[in-house]
């Protein structure tokens, strides 16, 4: 599962790394939450790569109230991505790059949960396997708008300790891959064993309100010490 997720990285420097074409005003997002707009990288008709801001999850059918975020899925799982109706279609020529550079993940101890910043060890940005489509209006105060799922796997066994699912994270070698190669080429890709090593350390509850959006909710956390005086 993957609720929240960070992107902090300079536009030319994600250019540089995701090859796309066009320019967008990005500002750094240390808490990105469902029904908020994010980017992603997808392809355009003459083949090129295009960044956009698209909405974190697909509405569902009684989603009535624009930004309402516990109505929308969020993630789709790789295992099952060809299977499920609700995927199947898009996943043949709809797949796309979500830009990130980090992501939470919340562990359950004791009856409490803890919550973890997870990352690449260059800490530098990568992306995650998604997929998007044009979701309907609902009157004329509700314009179509095109959102965007993250495609999910079983947890690398650096962090499985933390949670049992994780997002799709895709080498750079696979990019092109996912976005323009054919289902079966991606449909392997997402079954290909392969292993990350991803870095973790604890950070503190204020992740938790999607109110809270800046640097220091990545940073480590010590809970503090219990003393009997």
């Known amino acids: 599962m993957c609720g ?3 992107i902090s990285e300079t536009v030319s420097n994600l250019k540089a790394k995701f090859c796309f074409k066009n320019s967008l005003n990005l500002q750094p997002r240390f808490n990105l939450a469902p029904a908020q707009a994010a980017p992603v990288v997808r392809t355009v008709d003459e ?19 624009k930004g309402t975020a516990d109505k929308r899925i969020i993630n789709a799982r790789s295992e099952t991505l060809l299977e499920k109706k609700s995927f199947k279609e898009i996943a043949i020529s709809q797949r796309c ?21 997870i990352y690449k060890d260059d800490q530098k940005a990568f992306a995650f396997a998604g997929l998007w489509r044009t979701d309907p209006g609902y009157g004329h105060l509700s314009p179509q708008n095109e959102s965007y799922v993250i ?17 799709f ?5 696979h990019y092109e ?14 079954n290909d064993k392969y292993d990350i090593e991803l870095a973790s350390h604890e950070i503190s509850d204020r992740v938790g309100s999607i109110k809270n959006d800046d640097p220091n909710l990545c940073d480590k956390y010590t809970p503090p010490q219990l003393t009997l005086f």
């Open 4 to 6: 929240r997720y960070t």
């Open 47 to 65: 083949g090129s790569r295009h960044i956009s801001m698209l909405n974190w999850g697909f509405a569902s059918k009684n989603l009535r109230i």
């Open 97 to 117: 790059l979500v830009v990130a550079d980090g992501f939470y993940e919340w562990k359950n101890e004791f009856g409490s949960k803890q919550a973890f910043y």
């Open 151 to 167: 495609v999910t796997r079983r947890a690398v066994s650096s962090i499985n300790h933390i949670h049992h699912r994780m997002p």
């Open 169 to 173: 994270i895709l080498e750079e070698e």
């Open 177 to 190: 891959t996912w976005l323009k190669g054919s289902v079966a080429d991606a449909d392997s890709l997402l």
